[in-house]
């Protein structure tokens, strides 16, 4: 990994942090898998964009029906 691509991440984190009020380090609990049956769903706001089979980072179980997630784009 290259300085400049190491300090996008880094300014990635710092943005995801302050957008969620998300305090520590972020720790990845597990990886899903988006159904490849779903449709695909636009993201708005603090939603995140679905597609097929995308693999997401799951960050932190907030309740019974969201997850604090991010993609392959650390979004």
């Known amino acids: 990994m290259?300085?400049?691509e190491c300090k996008k991440e880094e300014k990635a984190d710092r943005?995801?942090?302050k957008k969620f009020k998300f305090e520590?380090?972020?720790a990845v609990?597990?990886?899903m898998m988006?159904?490849?049956a779903?449709?695909?769903k636009r993201g708005g706001g603090k939603n995140l964009p679905l597609r097929r089979g995308e693999i997401l980072d799951v960050i932190q179980f907030t309740n019974?029906?969201?997850i604090l997630c991010r993609n392959?784009?650390?979004r």
């Open 2 to 4: 290259t300085l400049k």
């Open 15 to 17: 943005e995801f942090q």
């Open 24 to 26: 520590g380090n972020i």
């Open 29 to 31: 609990l597990t990886r």
């Open 34 to 36: 988006v159904d490849p």
């Open 38 to 40: 779903t449709t695909e």
């Open 64 to 66: 019974k029906e969201q």
């Open 72 to 74: 392959s784009q650390r």
